[in-house]
Each structure stands twice: as C-alpha cells, then as structure tokens.
C-alpha cells in the first residue's frame, strides 16, 4: 500500500540551527501539506503545496518557515533558526486532490526537539 | 475560526461496551475525515464522509456526518481493547487547503 514517508524520525537541534524536514508524498498525489502537533496539543495545519507553489498557510508559517519540492519526488519543510518552541512533531501529508473529502494520508512524522 | 470540539476528550470503557464520541462546530464543512493516531505516529484515516447525513460502517465502527454538516459521530459497538487509542476529527471547508483538527478522543477499552 503506498505511503508517506518521512526522514528523519527524530531530530534533534541547537536553538538557532536550520532544520530540514523531508517526505516523500504518494507518488499520484497532486497536494501536500505539512502539520505539526506540540505535545499534548492538537494538529495544526500549517501550509499547503500545489503545483509548485503554497496554495494556503497559517499563521504560525512565518519568514521562519519555507517549503520546496526539489524534485520529482521529495517535498522539505525548512526552518531557518529553530526556537525552543519549535518543538513538535510534525507531519507530512499527500492527497490526489485537493477539497471536496479528498482523503490525507499522513506520514509518520518526525519529532524536532530544540535544545 | 473554526474550531472542532471532540467530546469526551477521555473516555474509558469496559470491553464489550458500546460508545460513541462527538464531534462539534459551528462551521459548515464539505467533508470531515476520522482519524486514529498512535502515540509518536502519524494518524491514520479511518473514514471519510461528505454528504449531510451520510452513514459510514466499518465493521464495528460507524461513523455519521450531521445533516447541516457541522458535525459528526462516531459510535462503537461492542468495543474491545484493540479500539483503544486517540480518535481525531478533522474537516475541511470547500476551497480551503487544510484541514482543521479537533482535540482528540483518548479512548481506553480495558478488558
């Protein structure tokens, strides 16, 4: 069964640092979004990608934050200089389109912990 | 905003009971999605609906979309302790690229 996959699965970060967050969306998918989740908290919606440009983002996407598909098959999440808030998972998801109860399939995540 | 209020945020059972977890706004969405989602992992859709009204089963599981389509439930028959884990809400709003998660239901089935 396809999937979302992300790498890596934890990573762990100096206040300041940048960070790369990378997934591989399902391959047929023409939507990807990322999502981060602080612990104990809910899901929080923060962009959306499609054809190659952000279709939508939340507040909490600021200058901070930027997203890149490079190539065919890869779509990162980059955030410039960590803050201890930062902290969270976050997840990747894909879908075949986009609203109208098309289903998001989410990856696994990857925990950024800033220290 | 649209928020979505889940409801119970706990809910711990004995095996066999039968339970059902709400989920609430005032917003009109086009479709609303329940996912499970295991401690350190992503959630997992489970069901999607998106007419008012709409009844979804999934082997024990069914899963129902308010007339208005402002809200949800879903209802588990005969609950066993491989049910337990967090139930998610999320829905999305027609033109919108996102999807607005509830707070979760923390579900436990104990034997």
């Not at chain 1, 640092?17 to 899901?43: A, D, M, T």
Request: aromatic share 10%; hydrophobic share 35%; glycine share 8%.
């Amino acid at each position: 069964e396809p999937e979302v996959t992300q790498t890596p699965s934890h990573q762990v970060t100096q206040m300041g640092q940048e960070v790369i967050l990378r997934c591989v969306p399902i391959s047929n998918h023409l939507y990807f979004y990322w999502y981060r989740q602080i612990l104990g908290q809910k899901v929080e919606f923060l962009v959306s990608f499609y054809n190659n440009e952000i279709s939508e983002k939340s507040e909490i996407f600021d200058d901070q934050f930027s997203v890149e598909r490079p190539d065919g098959s890869n779509f990162t999440l980059k955030i410039r200089s960590t803050k201890l808030e930062d902290s969270a998972m976050y997840f990747c998801a894909s879908s075949e389109l986009g609203t109208g109860g098309t289903e998001a399939f989410f990856g696994q995540g990857t925990r950024l912990t800033v220290v | 905003t649209q928020l979505l209020e889940q409801s119970p945020q706990f809910l711990s059972i004995q095996e066999g009971e039968n339970l059902t977890v709400y989920c609430n706004s005032s917003s009109v969405f086009s479709s609303l999605q329940w996912y499970r989602q295991e401690p350190g992992e992503g959630p997992v859709l489970l069901v999607t609906v998106v007419t008012g009204g709409e009844v979804k089963k999934l082997k024990r599981l069914t899963f129902q979309f308010g007339d208005a389509r402002k809200d949800s439930s879903l209802h588990i028959t005969a609950a066993q302790p491989g049910d337990t884990g967090l139930y998610l809400c999320a829905g999305e709003r027609r033109g919108a690229q996102k999807l607005v998660f509830g707070q979760g239901t923390r579900l436990t089935i104990n034997p």
